[in-house]
Every structure is written in C-alpha cells, then in structure tokens.
C-alpha cells in the first residue's frame, strides 16, 4: 500500500512536493483553504478581473535551469517568454534598467555611475562570479542544513572539480553585501547603495547592512541567465503541479481550510481535521505559513516577517496606446518612493514594485479596451493590528493614493484608472490565511550560520515554503518542495 502525504496549503512548495511524490507512489492530498492555488505565487479575482497575489517573474526557466529541471522530473510544462529587460528602477533623481545582456548590462552601469564606473564594474563582476558559484552548488540541490547524507546532493563531486569555487564561497559565507562594498570602497556610495537597496528588500527582505552575500550575489546577478514572465502570469506554474497531482491520482481540495493537526504515536499517524472532516495520514508537509502547534511551523520564532499593502488597478486601453506602445519599456518597474509623502514614510517600507499586464477576466480571458495595474510596497503588519476601523480605512486610503502618486510620476496613468481597490496585511491574512509575505530576512544568520531545514521535529512533518531554505522566491520555495520530497523517499 502506498504511504499517504497530506500537503497543507497549496503554494509553490508544497505543489512541487506533492507532484514529486505522487510522481513517485505517494497518496497525495493538498488541502487549500483559498479557491485557488498558488499562494504568494497565485492570482485572485476583484471586479471580475484576475490579479497576481504576489510574485510575477520567473526565474530557473532556462535551458537547463532548476524551475525547468523540477518541472521536467515531474513530467510537467509551462509556456514562458523570456524578458531581456526585465525591470527599471527609479532612484533619487535617475533610472537604473536591468538588462540580461551583459554588454548591455554594464553600459547602463557606465551611464548610471560615471563618478565610480570602473569601481562600480569591478564590483559588479565579481559580485557575478560569486554569483554563479552560488547557482552551480544551488543546482547541486544541496538542502542545508545538512543532516543526511543526500542533503549533500552533487554537491561532493562539484567541489572535487571546482575547488576555486568552494574557496570562494568559504572565504565569503559570512560576509554582508556590505561587506562586499568596502572591498571596493562603495559602502558609502549612495547611488549604488540605493540600487541594492532596492533590489534586496524585494528578493531578500533586507538592506545591504544584513543581506547576506551569497544569496544576495544570485538575486542580485540572476538576471543575467535569464527571467521569464509565464504565460497566465505566475500561477500558472501552480496550476501544472496541482494539475499533475490530480492525474497521478491524488487530490487537490480547495476552500478546506486545516483547523488543527494532530500525531498518534500508537499508529504512528496523523489526524488531519479540515473543512472536509478529518483524515489519518502517514506524513503531513506544512506549507500554509500557519502554525498548528509547536514545532509545526517557523512562524513562531521571533525573527522578523515583512507584511505588504498592495493596489490593484484597471486602466483605459489609452495608457497602452499612448503611454506603453512604442517604447523600450520593461516588465516591472521598482520605484524608490519620494520622502514627503506621509503615509508612505510612516507605514511603507522600501521600493514600489509595479507591473502593467494584459486585462483578463476570472476564466483568464483577455478584456479589450483594458490594461491592469499592479502596485505592492513592504509594510509591518504588526502596524495594521492595532488600527481602529476608522484609522484602517483612512490610512488605507491615504496610502493607495500616494502610492497612485508615485506611478504617475514615472508614467501619467492617474487619469486612466477606471478603479483601484487597495489590500493589506490584513487582507492577505483573511484570504490566504497570513499577514506576512516573503519569509525571513536573508541574514548571514538565517541563511549561512543556522538556516531552517524542511524536517522539523516532529516525526514524519515537514515544512516547506519561503520559511525554510533556501528562503524567500518561488524558485527557493519549489526547492524546499523538493528537498522535502527527497527527504519523504529516501526514508526522512
């Protein structure tokens, strides 16, 4: 008989853990308390239009590339299109654009930087090199922390044959992107710091002070192998691995919300009680970001967890007309926001992350005459708990107009808006069932020196998701899914 696996909660993670094991015997049962799948890399509905819950560019889709080598091992496909300029960031005064040219990556560098060019390139090179060290033993699918044998992955054999890079590696493991500055004098060279501020606080939750250099190294250089908008937007790569649950035989449920867990030691199994009654199961992965009791998540340690408050617009086909056609525009625009705004210097954190994309309805099909907005920004969510009623909507309010502000500075798309609804922590906490998004901050702490593993201690549960290594991201989240899955086959 085959061993049963109950996934809570249908994001990323938990999909790529269900569709490994399933692919491999398992009884798989996803229990998903929203009406969709996806999680922070999922969609939802307002209005009648389908908006991204969260992340919007993919990465590991490459040739040869992790997200493509863990959808190929479970027999899945996505239609992705490749973006060569993926973003713009708005500074103090200027704009960055990222490209995946090299050449063309490094000219920008040279126009945005001309006071510490050669500096900045310096940097910037070596920050690559540090970089791909860190994707070639990220596609060794090494788990840390190590604690099996197989969590070492290829990782042996790819040290016997690049030794220079283990070196490396070694020499800055714990070491902060700040660090890195002073090598080359930078670290108080605010337009470039500004840059990696800006990048950071959306791939690793923290500023160049924290961010922790290897990991920081990979978000950072990324773009150069190569960032993909996914055909149906994001989560659409949730649908293929629920979809290859369900014709592996097992099951994806939605709207059945966990209400608690619990282990029998004399049957060595667990009860599972949800929406739909309640269920024995011989392994449990929690990928909700939600504790059941001790030891069944991380959200109970005292480390931080940024919230988000977002802005989801529908414009006039106009914008697209007379604003987007015919220039060299990118995916997403990562805006630095001005200081006098109140609201947003008081509960807003970071930069403004925007995205223009077609107009669909809820079955995914275009909306003529239309193009949506998307606008998310870092905020505590701790700050939205103790709000009154009145404050809430005020300060919600207040804070969906600024951040319309801040758009319109860098595109005039005010005039166009055919309506904008604002969401916060708060929102999130009733839809997907948490306030926070995008795990830990990536310190040398939590991700070198004492990273979350997918066991817990509890027998046969696992955690996956951007709490655990390798940390935030959807391709780190569907890595600790199949880190998990590995550990479940090859007997924990």
């Given at each position: ?18 569709a ?88 920008e560098?040279?126009?945005?930087f ?55 590696l ?20 605010e ?19 924290e ?13 150069r ?194 309506f ?7 929102t ?39 709490q ?25």
């Amino acid at each position: 008989m085959s061993k049963s696996v109950c996934v809570i909660g249908a994001g990323i993670g938990g999909l790529t853990a269900g569709a490994y094991l399933a692919n491999n015997g398992y009884d798989v049962t996803v229990l998903e308390k929203a009406t969709t799948v996806g999680g922070s890399a999922g969609w939802y509905v307002r209005k009648g239009r389908m908006f991204p819950t969260g992340a919007t560019i993919a990465f590991g889709l490459e040739p040869g590339g992790l997200l493509r080598m863990l959808l190929d091992e479970v027999g899945s496909e996505i239609q992705a299109d490749e973006l060569c300029h993926p973003m713009d960031v708005i500074l103090s005064g200027q704009k960055v654009s990222i490209y995946k040219n090299t050449k063309e990556w490094e000219d920008e560098l040279k126009l945005a930087f001309p006071s510490r060019r050669d500096d900045v390139l310096r940097f910037w090179r070596d920050l690559h090199q540090i970089g791909q060290d860190v994707l070639a033993v990220t596609n060794c699918k090494v788990s840390l922390p190590i604690q099996k044998f197989y969590d070492l992955g290829e990782l042996p054999k790819y040290a016997i044959e690049n030794p220079k890079s283990i070196v490396r590696l070694a020499r800055y493991a714990r070491w902060t992107v700040k660090d890195f500055l002073k090598k080359y004098d930078l670290q108080n060279y605010e337009p470039l710091c500004q840059l990696l501020n800006a990048q950071l606080l959306d791939a690793v939750q923290i500023d160049i002070t924290e961010a922790s250099l290897l990991p920081s190294s990979l978000a950072l250089t990324i773009y150069r192998n190569g960032s993909f908008y996914v055909h149906g937007g994001m989560g659409q790569l949730s649908r293929v691995f629920a979809k290859r649950i369900e014709e592996l035989g097992g099951k994806v449920m939605l709207t059945s919300p966990v209400k608690g867990v619990g282990y029998d030691e004399e049957s060595g199994k667990w009860n599972v009680e949800s929406r739909k009654g309640i269920s024995t199961f011989d392994m449990v992965i929690n990928n909700s970001g939600v504790s059941f009791g001790p030891q069944t998540s991380y959200v109970d340690s005292n480390e931080f967890s940024w919230g988000a408050f977002r802005v989801d617009a529908v414009q006039s086909e106009k914008v697209r007309r007379e604003f987007l056609n015919g220039r060299n525009l990118p995916f997403a625009y990562q805006i630095v926001p001005s200081p006098e705004h109140y609201q947003l210097s008081k509960v807003a954190h970071g930069p403004l992350y925007v995205t223009f994309q077609d107009s669909v309805d809820g079955n995914g099909d275009c909306i003529s005459n239309e193009v949506t907005m998307t606008m998310s920004v870092h905020t505590d969510y701790k700050t939205w708990l103790s709000l009154t009623k009145e404050e809430y909507n005020n300060i919600k309010n207040q804070l969906k107009n600024e951040l319309i502000h801040e758009v319109n500075r860098v595109i005039p798309i005010k005039e166009e808006i055919l309506f904008a609804e604002a969401g916060t922590p708060l929102t999130y906490k009733k839809f997907i069932g948490k306030a926070e998004v995008g795990g830990f901050p990536l310190t040398v702490a939590s991700a070198i020196m004492n990273p979350k593993s997918v066991r817990s201690s509890l027998p046969h549960f696992f955690i996956v998701g951007e709490q655990v290594f390798p940390g935030p991201g959807t391709l780190s989240s569907a890595l600790s899914g199949y880190y998990a899955a590995r550990a479940i086959m090859k007997g924990r």
